[in-house]
């Protein structure tokens, strides 16, 4: 059975110490991938991260974890995730890609940034699976990036996860309240909640014509993503599951009152991953 591509919200670094629902949530997603459709061969990250000029396949045999941040706990920073690379697979892709008329370069270099690995620290705890990191260009345009993941749509039939990480929402100057920061448990704001509940009614309706013009359309589009980077992924994993996919979400939460965590599966697969995440393998393991 076809992976169902995700869009998974890596949030803030501290999600890797402090998991919260969003944690729990991606410790089940593991778990639930392997019962519904069994051990993905390697996954295809594409994280709000790792921007490049054009795309990029990070084509090491072997990647570490890169602490691309600073500020933080020092606990933090000891955290690995050393995941296997999928070089072979690199030049699969590559190839995809030059069908569709993207040039895309392939290096032998490594590292996933934390939009990688703090969400496959939970669901792949392991760090067995093999890893190819794809670079994307920030400044292409949500159609681009959907057509990018329209041409990556076979990998799924290949056993093959598609995974676009970013955040739903993503503005971190919010998380400032008068006081100072936020606390992680803040009630959310009105204008995070009427921008969630947007993305997840015209993702399940298949409304790509809206979701593409989002920037004029969703409510406080521009106050949830002052910048487009970590929304960016989103478009990558729809395309991936092909042609006018529907969106199920997976999950939702909020931390920090603006910070959302939501989830994401594209394709007719998706219901069927939402149903296994409710079962009682999934349920025991997170």
Do not use: K
């Not at 410790?27 to 639930?32: D, F, Q, V």
């Amino acid at each position: 059975m076809p992976l169902p591509p995700l869009f998974l919200s890596h949030g803030s670094p501290m999600t890797a110490l402090e998991p919260g629902a969003a944690g729990a949530f991606l410790r089940r997603l593991g778990p639930a991938i392997r019962a519904r459709f069994g051990a993905p061969r390697a996954i295809l990250a594409v994280s709000a991260h790792t921007l490049t000029r054009v795309p990029v396949l990070l084509a090491a045999a072997q990647h570490e974890a890169v602490h691309d941040f600073y500020g933080f706990p020092e606990a933090l920073y000891r955290l690995r995730y050393d995941a296997p690379g999928a070089p072979a697979l690199a030049g699969c892709v590559q190839a995809l890609l030059a069908q569709a008329g993207i040039e895309c370069e392939r290096l032998a270099e490594g590292g996933l940034d934390h939009g990688i690995w703090t969400p496959l620290s939970f669901a792949f705890p392991e760090a067995e699976v093999p890893v190819l990191p794809l670079g994307f260009v920030s400044s292409w345009s949500p159609a681009r990036l959907l057509a990018l993941g329209r041409a990556l749509a076979p990998l799924a039939a290949e056993g093959v996860l598609v995974i676009g990480s970013g955040s739903l929402t993503h503005n971190l100057r919010l998380l400032q309240g008068g006081g100072g920061r936020l606390p992680m448990d803040a009630p959310e704001l009105p204008q995070s909640a009427a921008f969630r509940a947007w993305v997840a009614e015209r993702a399940a309706a298949a409304d790509w014509a809206a979701l593409l013009d989002y920037r004029r359309q969703a409510p406080f589009a521009a106050l949830m993503h002052p910048s487009d980077e970590h929304w960016l992924p989103f478009y990558v994993a729809a395309g991936a599951a092909g042609e006018n996919a529907a969106g199920t979400r997976l999950h939702e939460s909020v931390t920090y009152g603006c910070l959302a965590m939501d989830a994401y599966a594209f394709g007719p697969q998706g219901s069927s991953l939402q149903q296994a995440l409710q079962e009682p393998t999934a349920t025991a393991l997170g």
